[in-house]
């Protein structure tokens, strides 16, 4: 790749992004195109709607969230829906600031970035595309040149609402420079970006004796008093506050309620009227979205205090707790990974999957529902079936703690210690035993666990080592069933026959001799009792079966191995337990004979090339699933 040459094409890009006319060349762009003028809130719904949404499981998942945020779709879906969207249709909750409460580590500060930075490249493209008045301070809509007593007409002919009025800045420049000839004023396209100070603001508080009220609203420049004669000439005023600066996008508010109160008064005629004071003018119009960010301790003593009431009353509290899915959280550590330095390591199978089943255990609360533990709530959570439990108990065991998720392990003190592990072996693979061990030891050395929480948290971890032995036993037998397919294929054929004679009262015929036989009670018990199915639930176990038979018969499909998931899990339970006494045998031997140091070989050859391993964490599970099936 030609560096300097991409370099000029990005230029020329961006060159040919901007746009500069006067305010009547402007009109006839909104009359094409009324979405240039939409409200700051608005835009980052259109942004995030622009991107794609998806049904999933009847929730809406958000395609602009999918590389980045990871089980948090419930919380997504009400910041989308019952803010953003209903902010955009204007609705009074524009008028409150966006509050994100949650634990350290639970995605907040990545959602607002995520917003930040796609308002940046929305801003870049024709749907996104928004105009400002050419040396405006602060990048405001050319539609407030429009006199108020024209506005209703004009926005019947335009198809557009017009809000907030000139800032003093443009005020006086119209006055003295067009003598109010409002169409030949310039106008250019303003392209979003954080970095320029242009529609992208974040305040992040400090020590409330050394910061200034200037870093939101702007502040005087004495050097120009003399000049201009007067502090309310708008001439002898920097408009540079993040306020100001804010104007037309996104206004960040890192840990807002550790800042001191002056600073959030302003806000609360920003939020109700969307204006704010500044200097010695009037009320000046701001639109932005206002979002913040908080911990769920801080919040607390908030709403304690009464002085902060009216500030509450213009708050939307945003709850994000921690994500508690494992096949997400695992998805979490896989992207930190990536951003990391450890990309080079190879992770073997499941090892960011043992440390994800600790994380969630630790943010799971037990359920008094009958039955149920930490367990099987994870696994309901997760999407998997669990016997015994249906899909409308999944729902009441989310309604039994709505605050469940706001606190646990963070996703940091994984990948923290995953990068300790790494560093400790010096190695360049690195197993689920390693991610556990490296998460045991630094339980001593977290700094907010109690003694009461690191022994329940020791024992998580001992649950997740539990889930991760069953795990590799499978992964280990399903590599020593040679043509396993085709072996899970030919069982399942011999018990559906069984299944259709059993059910139908007739008898089974030999394929090689043609002799008729009963059907084999014993070999259809022997699978059935894989997965749990008493004497007593035989009947009505294959009787189900074979109604879903002829439920894909109607259909024109084929019903297979993978049609019915607890008859394949009971399939896969009988080869392995037929294959149980290979492997232990096979694998704990410290001196193979040339058959066994074959099967050796082709067993890790597949779990290299099928599996996801590699030579060194292959050979690791071998031997550790040697001991356990010896134990």
Not at 165 to 179: K, S, T
Not at 235 to 251: C, H, T
Not at 268 to 294: C, M
Request: charged fraction near 35%.
């Amino acid at each position: 790749m030609d560096i300097i040459k991409r370099i000029a094409e990005y230029r020329s890009q961006e060159e040919k992004l901007r746009w500069e006319g006067t305010f009547a060349e402007y009109l006839e762009i909104v009359r094409e195109k009324p979405y240039v003028a939409q409200t700051a809130h608005a835009r980052v719904y259109n942004m995030i709607a622009d991107a794609g949404i998806e049904e999933v499981d009847g929730r809406r998942r958000y395609l602009f969230f999918s590389d980045e945020i990871f089980g948090l779709d419930r919380t997504l879906e009400r910041l989308v829906e019952e803010y953003f969207h209903s902010a955009a249709k204007r609705l009074d909750v524009r008028k409150r600031i966006l509050l994100l409460m949650g634990p350290v580590s639970g995605g907040k500060s990545t959602i607002v970035n995520l917003l930040k930075r796609g308002l940046e490249k929305y801003s870049r493209t024709e749907r996104g595309a928004l105009y400002g008045i050419k040396g405006c301070p602060m990048h405001e809509e050319p539609l407030h040149l429009i006199p108020h007593e024209l506005r209703p007409e004009v926005e019947k002919e335009l198809g557009v609402k017009i809000e907030g009025d000139l800032c003093p800045y443009c005020r006086l420049m119209v006055e003295q420079e067009y003598n109010w000839r409002v169409e030949e004023v310039p106008v250019e396209r303003v392209l979003l970006s954080e970095s320029q100070r242009v529609g992208i603001g974040t305040f992040s508080p400090s020590d409330p004796k050394s910061q200034d009220i200037a870093d939101l609203t702007g502040s005087i420049d004495f050097s120009t008093i003399s000049e201009y004669g007067s502090e309310s000439d708008p001439r002898a005023y920097r408009f540079d506050g993040e306020l100001n600066k804010a104007n037309r996008g996104i206004m960040e508010f890192q840990e807002m309620l550790k800042c001191d109160e002056k600073f959030l008064w302003n806000l609360l005629s920003l939020t109700q009227e969307g204006n704010f004071k500044a200097g010695r003018f009037a009320l000046i119009s701001a639109d932005e979205v206002i979002i913040a960010h908080t911990n769920e301790a801080e919040y607390k003593a908030f709403i304690s205090n009464k002085k902060n009431e009216a500030l509450q009353s213009r708050i939307i509290v945003m709850p994000v707790p921690y994500n508690l899915r494992v096949s997400e959280e695992e998805k979490i550590y896989q992207k930190l990974i990536r951003q990391s330095d450890l990309g080079h390591v190879h992770i073997a199978p499941h090892a960011l999957m043992a440390a994800a089943i600790f994380s969630v255990l630790t943010r799971l609360k037990d359920s008094k529902k009958q039955g149920m533990d930490l367990i099987k709530k994870m696994r309901l959570y997760d999407g998997e079936s669990v016997e015994g439990f249906k899909d409308s108990d999944v729902e009441e065991l989310r309604n039994e703690f709505p605050e469940e998720g706001m606190d646990g392990i963070d996703p940091r003190y994984v990948i923290n210690r995953i990068s300790s592990a790494l560093i400790r072996r010096d190695t360049e693979c690195i197993n689920a035993l390693d991610v556990l061990r490296a998460l045991k030891d630094g339980l001593d050395q977290h700094p907010s666990i109690t003694k009461e929480e690191r022994e329940k948290y020791l024992n998580y971890i001992a649950m997740a080592r539990k889930e991760y032995d069953e795990l590799a036993k499978k992964e280990v037998q399903k590599a020593f069933v040679y043509s396993y397919e085709e072996s899970a294929k030919t069982l399942l054929e011999n018990y559906l026959d069984n299944v259709e004679a059993y059910c139908n009262w007739t008898k089974i015929r030999d394929p090689l001799t043609g002799e008729e036989m009963d059907p084999d009670e014993k070999l259809m018990r022997s699978i059935e009792e894989q997965i749990g199915i008493s004497e007593n639930a035989k009947k009505a176990f294959r009787e189900e079966i074979l109604i879903r038979i002829s439920a894909y018969a109607r259909k024109g499909k084929k019903f297979d191995y993978n049609s019915h998931e607890r008859l394949r899990e009971a399939i896969e339970k009988k080869l392995f337990a037929d294959l149980k006494d290979v492997v232990k045998i096979t694998t704990s031997t410290k001196t193979p004979d040339e058959n066994q140091l074959k099967k050796i070989n082709e067993v890790t050859a597949r779990l290299i090339d099928e599996y996801g391993y590699c030579p060194i964490c292959a050979n690791e599970l071998l031997r550790y699933v040697g001991s356990l099936l010896n134990r």
